[in-house]
């Protein structure tokens, strides 16, 4: 009798030290089918060659497919540097103007609420129409040009030529998502309390410190986070660059995600492509753990 | 620095005309405190002083000089806010030393300025702490600390005691009186607690809608209000108040009422029915009936039990008279003021 209840009790504590793993198991199962499985196969594949439609015909190569990458074609480290430019680029635009056009459009009137609307809506738009646009505004024969010529300014090769062809990728991404990343600033500036800028009034503070010491600090975890989003979203851009440019002129616009794209469907060549993104990966890790070590340190949470 | 003079001070927010044409001098170095319900006002003159409210018409004058063009941080003075509005991204230090910065004190004079200030509010061991990590007490402190730095010749201060609990509330309220004593510079104060402008103030003015009601000393509030929302306002509980004939009004405090179960031979004496009694400890407070009227009375005896009849006089001096409009009559305001007394003598007066 005695042992019984004991065992019983044992039972129902086993019971308890369970419920949490079950109630966890659905999410598991979810990270680790969609999340943790390709990325481990990725790595696996990118110590192999083999063609797309045949994936059962692989070679084991070991770290040759990296060897090629980083040391023998130059393609790769062209298509990291330009992911960098655009990313640095990207980041630095978007945030930059984010913050301007919040504290620009902070204030809560008729024209404001349109402009936000207006400046949110090619957020809406498929990047596929988006670029359509674009490469008819960009066109030698389009819109911009056209404008330029009406000053008598000469007109720029935008998309076509190896110079300008980055920029005017920037140009559109930062156009597409600035509505979206200004209506986050924009209610993290309303959610600073009028009182702290009155204080500061007070204490006799200049536009400049103003805004530096007090709105900037208000709104770093905000901006951390828009950091970080806005870094990881570049560093995996594709759609631009494939609607509108194709990694081109050259390769001045080839960006991983593009070469990763382009070794797959163009070249066939799987095992460039899995480990090119096996080093997309990781400087994406890198870079997270970076910004939280250095960065996430100096952001204010409530 | 001179009195905060408002000549004529209209204020709106949208429509709605928050101050008509108000007139009002603050007396320099004195502790003014602002006091009345929420949405009398009175934060909309602290902040016009402080020059982060403008009037929307009218002149402020301060030492005979019109202010109203200069801004906020080049007018000498300094606000502590009801929920501090302290920077939660800087140290308490940063939080001290940001409005000297501002203003160009070189670095020695600031570490002098903050040591000495953080000393007196007892700030020192948590000078490099972030706001988030301190109590509300000691977040007020900061904000005190933040305004005192400056040493301005305007101390303004909206409701700064409201969001501490009751025990630290008197503390500071004491240490305020102290800090005023200590300085002498000028001190605008806003409550909606009468108890906190009594206490505190050398001069109270009380609002209602944008209006001041009275202007006077605390015991002059007290005891000479000029209408019935001063009387009523002042007091704990407020001043019975009871309709006589011709819309004539009289008043008296629960405070000054004798109870006692024979008749005596006092001139104002009537009988009431008393219905409930709450024991305070050193006085005890009795809700009673008095011909269809409900009041108050507070006394220092507790032998009186709920369900008794008593009998309740006061002092010629304690009654106060109101007409029908809710202002006093005084004794020099009619020409028979001993006619007001006779009234409530031969109506009431059951003997």
Redesign the interface.
Known sequence: MKNKGVGKKKSKRNMNLLTPYVMVTPAMCFLIIFTLYPMINLIYLSFFTFKLARPDLKTWVGLLNYKFLLFVKEDFVIALKNTAVYTVAVVFFLILFAVLFAMWLEKDTKLNSFAQRAIFTPHLVAMISCGMIWSWIMDEKGLFNAVLSFFQLPGLRWLNSSATAMISIVIVSVWKSLGYYTLIVISALKSIPTEIFEAAELDNTNGFRKFFKITIPMLSPQLFFLLIVITINSFKVFDTVRTMTGGGPGNSTNVISYYIYHYVFNNNQMGIATSAGVVLMGILMIMTIFYFKAVGKKVYYQ | MGDIVFKGINKSFGNTKVIEDLNLTIKDGEFTVLVGASGCGKTTLLRMI???GPATSGELLINGENITDI????RD???V?Q?Y??????SVRGNIE??LK??KVPKKERNRLIAEISEIVGLTPYLDRKP?ALSGGQRQRVALA?AMV?KPSVFLMDEPLSNLDAKLRVAMRSELIELHNQLKTTFVYVTHDQVEAMSMADTIILMDHGKIQQHASPEIIYNDPNNIFTAQFIGTPPMNIIPLNEGIKLGFRPEKIKLSREITNSKFQRKCHLITREMLGSETLYKAILENETIMIKSLEAEFRMGEDVYISIEDTDLYFFAADGNRIRKGDVPDYNKLLKMVGGSWNEE
Do not use: C, D
């Open positions: 402080a020059g982060i801004p906020p941080g080049k003075i300094a606000m806010f929920n509005a302290i920077y939660p991204t800087m940001f409005g501002n203003n988030s933040r400056k």
